[in-house]
């Protein structure tokens, strides 16, 4: 199928030559003669690549593109400027507009052509990448959905039956062993759906940009006090307490607490989830360059390069191998937290041997 380019342009010879040499490469050209026509042209034939004059009557090509961002149809066709000026300014402006590239008049029409091909490759392999992105993150819905709600519900109803049928004949030991099952996985249900309704909560906090500044006014205060709490308590509920070395600077910081605590518990818990009991949870922290950096390293199943650069909600790894008790949305709800408060998550893994996850996050100034 064609590619369907639009060609915006109030003089009339330099928009029919634009037209003639585009079709003779096999393109499906569609024109405009002045701002107003081209948007309503984009916006009826959805042209794969837009090409526009700056200087237009009535509606200048700067316009043009702010208009066509407005639209979901339109705001990500790749745009590329024509320009009699060769004014550093007049190009800048179009750019920080959002236009992928600029050709200034007069203009070779083999340097047009290869910007044109140039700029619908690139948008092509982008929405590869996009797509790519989206079927694996459907499929790994699909898989781990029905398995991290199915599973504990199945045990909960399993056992709540049992104990329904078999109530006079289960002793009160055995009996207290099902209610503790039953309430385990119960919790695991709800932590599953915290965690989503948390997400969802972060990534509305990240495009308000208002509500990101309020929340880097916040504080937490002996952040290494906090750390040693959340580790005790947590540490005992994993049957782990054994198994933590602890070494930590003290530090106040410029996060909010409720954040900088869901960030520890869940870097925590992955290290509890993919490691064996007895082999020891490392969590240290230093300040450096304005920075709290806290580092906490387990050494179980570690992570491979490319598992590491797709961290992202609900994407889980190696889920026909190992049973994963989590949805993978703790990382994410971290890497989303670093980002609101000007922080940073970085990690260093290596497949069974070890995994360090760092969290660097902003000190108070008054310490810097």
């Given at each position: 199928?064609?590619?369907?380019?639009?060609v915006?342009?109030?003089?009339?010879?330099?928009?029919?030559?634009?037209?003639?040499?585009?079709?003779?490469?096999?393109?499906?050209?569609?024109?405009?003669?002045?701002g107003?026509?081209?948007?309503?042209?984009?916006?009826?034939?959805?042209?794969?690549?837009?090409?526009?004059?700056?200087?237009?009557?009535?509606?200048?090509?700067?316009?043009?593109?702010?208009?066509?961002?407005?639209?979901?149809?339109?705001?990500?066709?790749?745009?590329?400027?024509?320009?009699?000026?060769?004014?550093?300014?007049?190009?800048?402006?179009?750019?920080?507009?959002?236009?992928?590239?600029?050709?200034?008049?007069?203009?070779?029409?083999?340097?047009?052509?290869?910007?044109?091909?140039?700029?619908?490759?690139?948008?092509?392999?982008?929405?590869?990448?996009?797509?790519?992105?989206?079927?694996?993150?459907?499929?790994?819905?699909?898989?781990?959905?029905?398995?991290?709600?199915?599973?504990?519900?199945?045990?909960?109803?399993?056992?709540?039956?049992?104990?329904?049928?078999?109530?006079d004949?289960?002793?009160?030991?055995?009996?207290?062993?099902?209610?503790?099952?039953?309430?385990?996985?119960?919790?695991?249900?709800?932590?599953?759906?915290?965690?989503?309704l948390?997400?969802?909560?972060?990534?509305?906090?990240?495009?308000n940009?208002?509500?990101?500044?309020?929340?880097?006014?916040?504080?937490?205060?002996?952040?290494?006090?906090?750390?040693?709490?959340?580790?005790?308590?947590?540490?005992?509920?994993?049957?782990?307490?054994?198994?933590?070395?602890?070494?930590?600077?003290?530090?106040?910081?410029?996060?909010?607490?409720?954040?900088?605590?869901?960030?520890?518990?869940?870097?925590?818990?992955?290290?509890?989830?993919?490691?064996?009991?007895?082999?020891?949870?490392?969590?240290?922290?230093?300040?450096?360059?304005?920075?709290?950096?806290?580092?906490?390293?387990?050494?179980?199943?570690?992570?491979?390069?490319?598992?590491?650069?797709?961290?992202?909600?609900?994407?889980?790894?190696?889920?026909?191998i190992?049973?994963?008790?989590g949805?993978?949305?703790?990382?994410?709800?971290?890497?989303?937290?670093?980002?609101?408060?000007?922080?940073?998550?970085?990690?260093?893994?290596?497949?069974?041997?070890?995994?360090?996850?760092?969290?660097?996050?902003?000190?108070?100034?008054?310490?810097?």
């Amino acid at each position: 199928m064609k590619k369907k380019v639009l060609v915006i342009e109030d003089e009339e010879e330099i928009r029919k030559d634009i037209a003639k040499i585009l079709s003779i490469n096999g393109f499906e050209v569609f024109q405009a003669n002045n701002g107003k026509e081209g948007i309503n042209v984009a916006l009826t034939v959805i042209p794969n690549l837009i090409i526009c004059d700056i200087m237009m009557p009535e509606m200048d090509g700067l316009s043009v593109l702010q208009e066509l961002k407005k639209y979901p149809s339109t705001e990500l066709i790749p745009f590329i400027f024509l320009t009699a000026k060769s004014s550093r300014q007049d190009i800048r402006e179009g750019m920080n507009l959002g236009a992928d590239d600029y050709i200034t008049k007069p203009f070779d029409f083999d340097e047009l052509i290869a910007a044109v091909h140039k700029r619908i490759e690139k948008a092509e392999a982008t929405e590869k990448k996009f797509n790519s992105k989206y079927e694996m993150l459907a499929n790994s819905l699909r898989s781990y959905m029905p398995h991290e709600v199915r599973t504990p519900l199945n045990i909960i109803l399993g056992l709540s039956d049992f104990l329904r049928k078999h109530y006079d004949q289960t002793s009160y030991n055995e009996a207290r062993s099902i209610l503790q099952n039953i309430n385990e996985s119960a919790k695991r249900i709800q932590r599953l759906f915290e965690n989503y309704l948390f997400f969802s909560k972060l990534q509305l906090i990240i495009s308000n940009p208002d509500e990101v500044a309020k929340l880097r006014q916040k504080k937490t205060p002996l952040a290494d006090f906090l750390i040693r709490d959340i580790v005790v308590y947590s540490a005992g509920n994993a049957g782990r307490s054994n198994d933590i070395e602890l070494d930590l600077e003290e530090a106040n910081l410029a996060v909010p607490e409720d954040l900088f605590m869901k960030t520890i518990e869940e870097i925590l818990d992955n290290a509890y989830k993919f490691s064996e009991r007895g082999k020891p949870i490392k969590i240290n922290s230093n300040i450096s360059n304005d920075y709290y950096f806290i580092h906490i390293t387990d050494f179980g199943r570690g992570m491979t390069l490319e598992q590491i650069s797709s961290i992202a909600p609900y994407i889980q790894f190696e889920r026909d191998i190992y049973e994963q008790q989590g949805s993978g949305l703790g990382l994410a709800i971290v890497k989303a937290i670093a980002k609101i408060v000007g922080g940073e998550i970085l990690i260093k893994s290596q497949p069974n041997v070890y995994t360090t996850v760092t969290i660097k996050f902003p000190i108070l100034k008054s310490e810097k």
